[in-house]
């Protein structure tokens, strides 16, 4: 297991809810910001979701926006992402990863972040 470490995952029927957690061990990832990707089956890897690093700022991609919600605890040096209303679209390898050089660009930026998690799956089943 690397530092950042995914779960959550999971087989879930459309409609459903997960929550997926992404815990980071041996360092504090509390002043970068952090965002989910995901990676369907032949696709590429998308960002769905991101956060400043004190969580005022948030980013969604639209076919996630209203839907889910990406939320941190930096006392916890937890990531989180609660997904409702699950699609079989939403079907896809999830990763946390964060901007370990603090850029300041824009939280929607894929290229911020250079530092992954090793995934967790999510299934949602029609």
């Known amino acids: 297991q690397g530092p950042l470490v995914e779960s959550g995952g999971g087989l879930v029927p459309a409609g459903g809810s997960l929550e997926l957690s992404c815990t980071a061990s041996g360092r504090s990832f509390g002043n970068f910001a952090m965002a989910w990707f995901r990676q369907a089956p032949d696709k590429e890897r998308t960002l769905i979701a991101a956060?400043?690093?004190?969580?005022?700022?948030?980013y969604y991609e639209e076919s996630v926006k209203g839907r889910f919600t990406i939320s941190r605890d930096n006392s916890k040096n937890t990531l989180y992402l609660q997904m409702n209303d699950l699609k079989s679209e939403d079907t896809a390898i999830y990763f946390c990863a964060v901007d370990l050089t603090n850029t300041e660009w824009r939280l929607s930026v894929s290229s911020r972040y250079n530092f992954w998690g090793q995934g967790t799956q999510v299934t949602v089943s029609s």
């Open positions: 956060i400043s690093w004190m969580g005022a700022g948030t």
